[in-house]
């Protein structure tokens, strides 16, 4: 996806997502299918700090290390 529509589709995500009282955490994963089945992914979250810390445990059974990297 060029870089302009993934901007306009998470910042129409984020606005639907936040008007019907939604919090939103863009969270990619870094890795392949042998890393993912081992639970040793990198993930790297911007959004909602609150939001990120409430998925921490799920992180961290999914991956190595998270990585929150602002709004």
């Known amino acids: 996806m060029h870089a302009v529509h993934a901007k306009l589709t ?3 995500l984020l606005q639907v997502i936040v008007s019907r009282g ?3 955490l863009e969270a990619p994963v870094s890795g392949n299918q042998q890393l993912s ?3 040793m992914l990198v ?3 911007a959004g909602d700090r609150g ?3 409430d998925c921490s445990s ?3 059974a999914m ?3 998270s990585f929150f990297l602002g709004n």
């Open 58 to 60: 799920c992180f961290q």
């Open 10 to 12: 998470r910042d129409t």
């Open 43 to 45: 993930i790297l979250a």
């Open 22 to 24: 939604g919090r939103f």
């Open 63 to 65: 991956g190595k290390t």
């Open 37 to 39: 089945n081992d639970g």
């Open 51 to 53: 939001l990120y810390e």
